[in-house]
């Protein structure tokens, strides 16, 4: 075993243990769980590693890196997510290899999603992002009175399938190092999304730093970077 892959695999075991006893602690089975590594800025010999490893979720941020990466890894068992704040421009390429695309948060993107899936013959799966800081944290995301008018668009676009709700722990206002309440508050959310499409079951929240709280709140997915890749240096 290499040097990187005995790495990753004790970091991987390290994370996987710590979602079990969050699964514990809050009463849930292990499997209503799904880990997603955050690889990027890592390259695809990582996640040609972590495939072997039995990851099958992986996310990336920036088409530029997630393209050439996924291509690279298109032999591969994994399914991938694009979490990142999503411009127009880069839909095309996107739909080419993400299958589930967790950042729409403006009709604009689901009208061109919807466009590109069709013409890729792709089923896309979305996630509507939700802002918990009233949209001031510069990281996207629709506050949660447009939860509803956005989901009902992505619903009824062909070529795109409702998955679920998505949010990041904000770093202002009322949810500010309030991690668990502002995962509390995505739950209460999805609840009410499912009212009205109850196969929308997906919750993706927590990260490195707080997967314990998200899981603890009920998230059916948690987004894990550098726990298990470690703290990579800024490029540039």
Known sequence: MTDRKTELATNLAKVEERITAACVA???KREEVTLIVVTKTYPAGDVRILSELGVRHVAENRDQDAAPKAAAC???PL???FVGQLQTNKVRS?????????SVDRARLVTALSKEAVRAEREVGCLIQVALDAGAGGRGGVVPQGIEELADLVA???GLRLDGLMTVAPLTGEYAGREQAA?????DLSTDLRRA????????????ADLEQAVAAGATHVRVGTAVLGVRPRLG
Request: net charge negative; proline share 5%; charged share 15%.
């Open 79 to 81: 399914t991938w997510h």
């Open 74 to 76: 298109s032999d591969l």
């Open 183 to 187: 995962f509390e508050r995505l739950m």
């Open 156 to 158: 009824g676009a062909p």
């Open 197 to 208: 499409h109850p196969a929308a079951t997906m919750v993706s929240a927590g990260m490195s």
């Open 94 to 102: 996107v739909v080419g290899y993400a299958d589930v695309v967790q």
């Open 26 to 28: 809050a009463g849930r």
